[in-house]
């Protein structure tokens, strides 16, 4: 982890918070990488990789068992995560 851009999205995205309406970044609550780092592997978070696809497909940087989505298709897949989960979305 290096310098990514770390969100972190508490309920919001699970209970439909951002569904149409969307959500502007001052809503969501930041984290460092060294609190992600101490959440790795917690079953109640839930890692989400929203980089491009090149950003990501050349990135040797990838947090293992992260899932990778479109950014620009959130409405096609915030519904998938479950509920009540800490989802955590990061960036480049």
Do not use: H, Q
């Not at 001052?26 to 984290?31: F, G, I």
């Not at 592997?41 to 990501?56: C, E, H, Q």
């Not at 990135?59 to 899932?67: F, P, T």
């Amino acid at each position: 982890m290096k310098k990514w851009a770390i969100l972190i999205v508490v309920g919001l995205v699970i209970s439909g918070g951002l569904g149409a309406s969307g959500a502007l970044a001052a809503e969501a609550t930041r984290m460092d990488k060294d609190e992600l780092r101490a959440r790795l592997g917690n079953a109640n978070v839930v890692i989400v990789d929203v980089r491009s696809y090149t950003d990501w497909l050349l990135s040797s940087d990838k947090i293992k068992g992260a899932a990778r989505e479109n950014y620009r298709d959130f409405e096609g897949w915030y519904a998938k995560y479950p509920k009540g989960k800490t989802i955590v979305l990061y960036c480049a």
